[in-house]
Nanobody, 122 residues
Framework: VQLQAFGGGLVRAGGYLRLSCAAAGRTFSSYVMGWFRQAPGMEREFVAG????????YYADSVKGRFSISRDDAKNTVYLQMNSLKPEDTAVYYC????????????????WGQGTQVTVSS
């Protein structure tokens, strides 16, 4: 499956952004989807994941209550709604997919999008 993430940008602290990740492929609904991020000089970290449409969602502690992941299998798209953004949310955000089951470990995801930059100013 091929993934393309978009929707990043520059926003002030307290603002919001909605990231989208469009997938090419007819079996999108069978993939677990995740969002990860990587700040300069830092390792890639898990942000949010969703097993299937309407299914369980998972969040890193740092974004719980502020971010929301969802998916629309009819549109082959997964979303990340980011509210109450903080400067420490600044990073390149990546979407990822895998067919073997949900995991917060980036090494467990076979497919990756190209990343979209999110910058939060203070």
């Amino acid at each position: 499956v091929q993934l393309q993430a978009f929707g990043g940008g520059l926003v002030r602290a307290g603002g919001y952004l909605r990231l989208s990740c469009a997938a090419a492929g007819r079996t999108f609904s069978s993939y677990v989807m995740g969002w990860f991020r990587q700040a300069p000089g830092m390792e890639r970290e898990f942000v949010a994941g969703i097993a299937w449409s309407g299914g369980p969602t998972y969040y890193a502690d740092s974004v719980k209550g502020r971010f929301s992941i969802s998916r629309d299998d009819a549109k082959n798209t997964v979303y990340l709604q980011m509210n109450s953004l903080k400067p420490e949310d600044t990073a390149v955000y990546y979407c990822a997919a895998d067919s073997t089951g949900w995991s917060p470990n980036s090494n467990d995801y076979a497919y990756w999008g190209q990343g979209t930059q999110v910058t939060v100013s203070s």
